[in-house]
């Protein structure tokens, strides 16, 4: 079992940077790749990145390559979600999951075990 806590959402401006953290339970942590995902009001969730294991491979949705960047520290059970130059487009509210292939699981939500409560992000134009 795995809990996940995000936190560092809040209201930024267009262009500003935010760091969001998810940290999770157990002594596990370090089998499972990492996900984070959004959903904006109205819409569907979205895929944003995920992270192996290891943290040696990372992927991301096109939307956000270049501008977010995902990293994980095994010893402080915690996975990091940075975000650059954000856009009024980038308001949601972000989750991240935890899955067991330790490789990650890219945007296959079903994949995914375990899910935050989600952090809430808003940019403002």
């Known amino acids: 079992q795995v809990q996940l806590v995000e936190s560092g959402g809040g209201l930024v401006q267009a262009g500003d940077s935010l760091r969001l953290s998810c940290a999770a339970s157990?002594?596990?942590?370090?089998?499972?790749?990492m996900g984070w995902f959004r959903q904006a009001p109205g819409k569907e969730r979205d895929f944003v990145g995920a992270?192996?294991?290891?943290?040696?491979?990372?992927n991301y949705a096109d939307s956000v390559k270049g501008r977010f960047t995902i990293s994980r520290d095994n010893a402080k059970n915690t996975v990091y979600l940075q975000m650059n130059s954000l856009k009024p487009e980038d308001t949601a509210v972000y989750y991240c999951?935890?899955?067991?292939?330790?490789?990650?699981?890219?945007?296959?939500?079903?994949?995914?075990?375990?899910w935050g409560q989600g952090t809430q992000v808003t940019v403002s134009s």
């Open positions: 992270i192996s294991w290891s943290g040696r491979t990372t």
């Open positions: 157990g002594r596990t942590f370090s089998r499972y790749g």
């Open positions: 999951a935890a899955t067991a292939r330790r490789e990650g699981a890219g945007g296959i939500s079903y994949e995914y075990d375990y």
